[in-house]
């Protein structure tokens, strides 16, 4: 039977021989470890460390050329150690537990031909190491105040990754951790679920966010969630060995410890290392090495790398030209006056010229549907926000094509219908407010979302049933061909209303999306921003006066005045004020008796007003 042997340092010699000693039922040699003169015993010897993690390393290298078998005892200077052997707290425990075991082969990881006990770490590994969130609460908020504090600071590197297929890419990264398994971390919850200790594979965790916004909304989610799940800056790759070099030399830690170094050699030996292991440690056996598998779908490629690796971090990412090439295309597709979008747009006037007259508001809603304005304009957003001056060009000439077929059909649709009345309908597209603008906004904030985000993208029918280009230009077209200015302007302003906020704000949403720089959106920003606020002008009197008509109907809805309840009150505020309001009472109001019903309704609001009221009669 091989001997048996208790590795320790060398001011630990008093609590060996009076505390951990007495733990072993059969005998133990202790030995002071000297790594000047390390042990020189048979294949097949049991070694119970008591080291810390400085010292275990070298041991565990000299073990697995030795061939020992390796029992880990916790230490209290050895927190990596425990991390990647799953050590109890307990020294009792664990070796009690230890002579009990059964001896097992597990992996061994390397970097540039030194032992890894637990992780390595290239850049900044934020909360997306082994123990990252093993820490107390108040430990994670000290850290992520921390990670907060140097985030703005924080600058990716350009590196050169190849694995043992001899995969190579190239890519700019704020982060890069390695670790040989993730057992006993809450990373093999979400993130790193297939990962085993004698697989034979190392686990790479590549942390490539694009702005300080993206990382900054993962520390705050991983602060107050001990569980995390894999954000989208992060990609994985699986292999049996990786190299990682740079042009100039890197900062790295391993296990904790800084070092330096062009190249990194990682590599993983497979059962290369006996041991007895811990009780909390995960030994699947017939565990057969797997493919090497990369998840680097989000990884930054081609002008992003080095956009990225020449400052720190942006606020807001910025998409490389690659990037968003489709998106590109789509909308100077939509910029096109194609013989589609004129069509489109002659069946959804007509069509919402019918439902006007009708009043009718499905029919209405199927014209918005059916309208093809949202597409142009989201495209002169985006022309402004890069300063691309084909693509805001042709935006321009669409949209004047389609304001052009709009009114003229419109206006040729009111010669040919025999009416002009001014329906529920056309009556509430004839007065915009600020509210207007808003919905306007965020409309244009949802447009451009929505065709930046393909996932998004069925969401177009909604937004655009939402602002409603068509039927504004559909009532200014009626009130053209009724020769009726009020109507026509009203209507027009309206449109206009909505044309600047969607620009405007789809402008801003691109911009946020990381689709062009500050320095290059601010002109186009500029001329959004000021065709809002020359149509804000008369839109805050208008919400002027409709807040002021809330109010007055505020005042007297539900009043009662000389036994008179006053009920569905509407207010006008032309000149003077007009009051419709239906008068309920229990018997017929003499002209007298009004007359003195609108002096008490007079005095309560203190101004003078016109009164249409119905009288209705409750006995």
């Known amino acids: ?143 992520t105040w921390q990670n907060i504090r140097k985030i703005g600071q924080i600058k990716p590197q350009k590196l050169t990754i190849t694995t043992a297929s001899e995969t190579c890419l190239e890519t700019s990264l704020v982060g890069l951790v390695l670790i040989e398994h993730a057992h006993g971390s809450m990373l093999s919850k979400q993130i790193l679920t297939d990962t085993h200790c004698n ?32 954000p989208r800056f992060l990609s994985l790759i699986k292999s049996k060995a990786i190299t990682i070099s740079k042009e100039q030399e890197m900062v790295y830690w391993h296990d904790g410890i800084e070092k330096t170094a062009k190249a990194l050699t990682v590599e993983c030996e497979h059962k290369a290392l006996s041991v007895l292991p811990a009780a909390d440690m995960v030994c699947q056996e017939n565990v057969v090495a797997v493919k090497e598998s990369r998840k680097i779908s989000h990884l930054p490629e081609g002008e992003a790398i080095n956009a990225l690796a020449a400052r720190p971090l942006p606020w807001i990412a910025h998409a490389a030209t690659d990037e968003f090439r489709e998106l590109y295309q789509l909308l100077r597709d939509n910029a096109t006056t194609s013989p589609a979008f004129v069509t489109l747009m002659v069946l959804s006037t007509l069509l919402a010229t019918i439902g006007l007259y009708a009043s009718s508001a499905p029919v209405i809603i199927g014209a918005m ?24 060009t042709a935006s321009l000439g669409t949209l004047i094509t389609g304001l052009c077929v709009a009114l003229g059909f419109a206006a040729s649709a009111s010669f040919i219908i025999p009416m002009e009345v001014v329906t529920p309908e056309i009556a509430a597209r004839l007065s915009p407010n600020l509210l207007d603008l808003g919905v306007a906004i965020i409309s244009g904030i949802a447009g451009a979302y929505a065709h930046a985000r393909i996932d998004a993208a069925k969401s177009l029918a909604g937004v655009a049933i939402a602002v409603a280009l068509v039927p504004p230009l559909a009532v200014a077209g009626i009130g053209l061909g009724w020769l009726d200015a009020s109507v026509a302007s009203g209507a027009l302003l309206l449109f206009l209303t909505n044309l600047a906020g969607i620009v405007f704000s789809a402008a801003l949403t691109f911009l946020a999306l990381g689709y062009a720089p500050f320095t290059r959106a601010k002109k186009g920003l500029t001329i959004a921003l000021a065709a809002v606020v020359l149509v804000s002008v008369p839109l805050v009197f208008s919400f002027n006066r409709l807040s002021e008509e809330a109010q007055i109907v505020q005042r007297l809805q539900g009043k009662t005045f000389n036994e008179v309840l006053l009920r569905t009150v509407r207010a006008q505020s032309t000149k003077p004020l007009t009051l419709h309001v239906q008068l309920v009472s229990a018997k017929a109001l003499s002209d007298q008796q009004l007359d003195l019903l609108k002096d008490s309704i007079q005095t309560e609001l203190k101004r003078p007003f016109d009164l249409e009221a119905s009288i209705i009669i409750r006995r």
């Open 1 to 143: 039977m091989a001997d048996s042997f208790l590795l320790f340092e060398p001011d630990a010699t008093e609590l060996v021989s009076q505390k951990i000693q007495p733990l072993f039922e059969s005998v133990v040699l202790p030995k002071s470890w000297d790594c000047n003169e390390p042990p020189e015993w048979e294949a097949g010897s049991f070694v119970y460390c008591y080291l810390s993690d400085k010292d275990l390393s070298q041991v565990i290298d000299l073990a697995s050329r030795r061939q020992w078998v390796v029992a880990i005892l916790p230490h209290p200077k050895a927190s990596h150690a425990k991390r990647a052997f799953s050590l109890a707290n307990s020294l009792d425990k664990a070796v009690q537990h230890a002579q009990q075991a059964e001896v097992v082969q597990i992996d061994l990881l390397r970097c540039n031909q030194e032992v890894v006990l637990n992780h390595l770490v290239v850049g900044h590994s934020f909360n997306l190491r082994p123990g990252g969130h093993n820490a107390s609460w108040r430990q994670r908020m000290l850290q």
């Open 199 to 230: 697989d034979g594979m190392l686990e790479s965790m590549l942390i490539a966010p694009r702005s300080i916004m993206e990382m900054f909304r993962f520390l705050l989610l991983a602060m107050f969630g001990r569980v995390i799940r894999k």
């Open 369 to 392: 549907i059916l309208a093809p304005l949202m597409a142009p304009i989201i495209s002169l957003s985006m022309g402004l926000t890069r300063q691309d001056p084909s693509l805001t």
